[in-house]
Structure formats: structure tokens, C-alpha cells
């Protein structure tokens, strides 16, 4: 089986940026939260399940999931929220295999953003840090979402410290320029990939 790298970051620090360039290179990237949100996508069996375990209200109208609502009552109730992960943890990780078989590139990225934090870096055989400063990951939250700094700053507590996930990253891209610097800098990494 090829390699995995598993490519993370806090909020706001170019990792969704950083794997479409690698994308570019030619390799074979996925996303754990797209697949997480394609495994309870309308006509996906887990949907259903998810539907006849806490009621119809939980679908919008669409037929759609109603992700807010399913937040709300599975965080505020310790056994729901076991019983959904019950159900979903192991359909991303089958996903996730199967497309781990299917790498055609070098090697494949996985991103996720709570790689460190699920304790997933146990699954792959790098973890790729994409770092940035507190103020620049501060200013690009507010500039991105809209939130103000206190805001920004709630999130970036709730995730894990950016010290531990610099001690438990084999290699880090520091994300402090503009896109020409993070394009050089992802080039420079997928080039050393490329000779292991």
C-alpha cells in the first residue's frame, strides 16, 4: 500500500489550500469531513438510521440532514452522541481504506482537521503540519467567517494546543505568507515525499 500523509491544522491555517496544491502535483488527496458529511448525504443508508434513532425532525425538508439540530441533541446527551459515532466512525474508516487502496500517486493526503486530536495520526505514516501564527490565524478567522476576535480566539482554545501539535508533527509548513509562498513551500515538501 502507498504511504499516507496526514495533513492537518487549527482553523484558518491554509489546509484545505495546502492539499488543493498538493491536488495540483498530482496527488491523491481526501478530505475526513467530506467523507464524514458524504456518509449521511440523502439516499445513504446511515441517514435513515439516523432518522428512525432520533425522529423525522432531524431531516429538513429536503430530506436533507439537519446538521444543527443533530449538533445540538447529540452534544448535550453523552449517549446519543456514542450511538452516532457508533454508527458513522466505522463508514468513514471503511471509506477511507478503500480509497487508501485505490492511491494511484506517489503517495496520498489525508486532511483532517482533528487528526492529532481523534488520535487518527496512528493511521497514517506522517503527519504534515500546516502552522501559522496565532495573530495571522486570528485576522484570517474574522476575515473569513465573518466572527469577531474574542470568537476566533474561543475556537482556537477549544483545539488542541499549537505546541503539542508541533511536537507531534513530523513535518511542519509554516503559513505565514502570501499563496506564492505557501505554492514554494508545498512544492519543497511534496519534492522531499517524493524521495522517501
Known amino acids: 500500500m502507498k504511504p499516507v500523509v496526514g495533513l492537518t491544522g487549527g482553523i484558518a491555517s491554509g489546509k484545505s489550500t495546502a492539499a488543493a496544491i498538493f491536488a495540483e502535483l498530482g496527488v491523491d488527496c481526501i478530505d475526513a469531513d467530506d467523507v464524514a458529511k458524504a456518509i449521511v448525504a440523502k ?7 439516523i432518522a428512525e434513532q ?3 425532525d432531524i431531516l429538513l425538508e429536503s430530506g436533507e440532514l439537519n446538521r444543527p439540530a443533530l449538533r445540538s441533541l447529540v452534544f448535550s446527551n453523552p449517549a446519543k452522541l456514542k450511538w452516532l459515532e457508533g454508527l458513522t466512525h466505522p463508514l468513514v474508516y471503511k471509506r477511507l481504506k478503500d480509497w ?3 492511491i494511484k500517486s506517489h503517495y496520498g493526503i489525508l486532511v483532517s482537521p ?11 505514516d506522517r503527519v504534515l503540519l500546516i502552522d501559522v501564527p496565532p495573530e495571522v490565524q486570528i485576522q484570517r478567522t474574522m476575515a473569513r467567517d465573518g466572527s469577531r476576535e474574542h470568537e476566533a480566539q474561543a ?4 483545539q488542541m494546543a499549537r505546541h503539542e501539535k508541533k511536537e507531534l508533527a513530523d513535518d511542519i509548513i509554516l503559513n505565514d505568507g502570501d ?16 524521495k522517501l
Open 43 to 49: 439516499g445513504e443508508p446511515a441517514l435513515q438510521q
Open 155 to 158: 475556537i482556537m482554545a477549544s
Open 100 to 102: 487508501r487502496e485505490g
Open 54 to 56: 432520533f425522529g423525522p
Open 114 to 124: 482533528l487528526l492529532l486530536e481523534r488520535r487518527q495520526h496512528h493511521t497514517v
Open 179 to 194: 499563496l506564492a509562498s505557501l505554492r514554494k513551500k508545498v512544492q519543497s515538501q511534496h519534492d522531499a515525499y517524493m
